[in-house]
């Protein structure tokens, strides 16, 4: 009886050890893996936008005044900002989401970046290990940047003046003479530099109204426009490749001539 006894507590000591070695393990691996989360959030957090080249796609000989502006909100954050007219990946810039380029081992960059200069959560990120830069914005939307004290001045490029915009207007299969009226009575609500052409091709809606990144504001308000004056339709969609920062083609399915 004594040794069944004797078996018994050594038994119990062995199952207490090896319960408390077991802990000791998962504890032990539970701080490893929690120090190196940690770690990994310091290096981000660490690491400072003066480290980091940001650079900002702008195939045009001459950067446009919005992409000048970026640069200079990039550099009063502190980050080295550059402007490049020509990078390895122009697919990536066919999109009217803002999209970030960045190397496998720039993705720490990327998060700095993303949070110190976009305010949306809704944005492209693409890697590609043959860019030079740490990160390069290679397309992008005024409202989804902190402007931080460039705010106002971005909210005006936002919402360009009439005059200030290059408007073509298309007759892609509408009543002869439509675009002609129609650029009348847009010139009457201050949009100046509009021309009238003859589509190559016809298309079946009332109206599209195409514009270029950073115009979508502008469509909006053409949009309104056309509705008051016999394109109730009128419909409006990117188009980043075009010359002027809004195409109208108007169509077959117009319900009412403008006038």
């Known amino acids: 009886m004594k040794k069944i006894l004797i078996i018994i507590g050594i038994i119990i000591i062995l199952v207490i050890a090896g319960w408390l070695v077991f802990a000791n393990f ?16 310091n290096q981000t957090l660490t690491l400072k936008p003066w480290e ?27 980050f080295k900002a ?16 803002t999209t970030l380029l ?8 990327l998060a700095v970046v993303a949070s110190e200069l976009i305010v949306t959560n809704v944005y492209r990120r693409g890697q590609n290990q043959s860019i030079i830069e740490d990160v390069i914005i290679v397309a992008w939307n005024i409202e989804d940047i902190n402007w931080g004290s460039f705010a106002e001045l971005a909210d005006k490029y936002n919402h360009p003046k009439p005059e200030d915009v290059s408007i073509l207007i298309l007759n892609a299969g509408a ?16 949009h100046a530099k509009t021309k009238v052409e003859s589509a190559e091709t016809e298309i079946q809606e009332s109206a599209l109204i195409y514009y270029q990144r950073n115009y979508k504001e502008t469509a909006k308000d053409l949009r309104k426009i056309l ?8 419909t409006y969609r990117i188009d980043i490749n075009q010359a002027d920062n809004i195409v109208i083609k108007l169509g077959k399915q117009a319900t009412t001539t403008a006038e």
């Not at 080249?53 to 550099?75: C, F, H, M, N, Q």
């Not at 550059?82 to 989401?97: E, F, R, Y």
């Not at 509705?227 to 009128?234: H, L, Q, T």
Request: aromatic content about 4%; proline content about 5%.
């Open 102 to 109: 960045y190397r496998a081992e720039t993705e720490k960059d």
């Open 175 to 190: 009543k002869s003479g439509s675009a002609g009226q129609l650029a009348k009575i847009l010139g009457k609500e201050g």
């Open 82 to 97: 550059v402007i490049l007219s020509d990078i390895t990946d122009p697919q990536a810039v066919n999109t009217d989401k």
């Open 26 to 41: 998962n504890n032990s691996a539970e701080k490893d893996e929690a120090t190196n989360q940690n770690q990994n959030v």
């Open 227 to 234: 509705a008051e004056n016999g394109y109730p339709e009128a």
């Open 52 to 78: 980091i080249t940001v650079g900002i796609y702008d195939p045009a000989e001459t950067p446009s005044p919005l992409t000048k502006l970026l640069e200079s909100r990039l550099k009063e954050i502190g």
